[in-house]
């Protein structure tokens, strides 16, 4: 019988209109650190995530692209984005139906970003 497949991380790729902007911001208003770059793509991580920034040129798509982010202790991270000012319009740190505890972030081009804690 052979191995099965196991699966290890999984890494979002953000649309970005200017892949040096996008950078900019996930390293000074999210506290990410840079982990490469190039004119057409770029890694970010924090912690034990990572996230790639692909450049796109249509401002459509990162408006309706998201992803979610599993963290800990979550109370200070939102608290540390609300000083910030990326926290979306219409989110706050609230508790789900599903068993979560959450908000979403918006980057400069759109792409939302739900931070959740499960509870």
Request: proline share 4%; net charge negative.
């Amino acid at each position: 019988m052979s191995a099965q497949a196991v699966f290890r991380a999984a890494i979002p790729k953000q649309a970005a209109l200017d892949i040096a902007r996008a950078v900019s911001f996930y390293v000074q208003r999210l506290g990410f650190t840079e982990l490469f770059q190039a004119d057409d793509y770029a890694g970010v991580r924090r912690g034990a995530v990572e996230i790639h920034l692909w450049l796109c040129d249509d401002k459509n798509i990162p408006e309706k692209t998201a992803c979610r982010v599993e963290v800990e202790n979550i109370e200070p991270l939102y608290a540390e984005y609300q000083g910030a000012g990326v926290i979306h319009p219409h989110s706050s740190l609230q508790v789900t139906p599903w068993g979560t505890q959450e908000f979403t972030i918006l980057d400069l081009d759109g792409n939302g970003i739900t931070f959740f804690e499960s509870l």
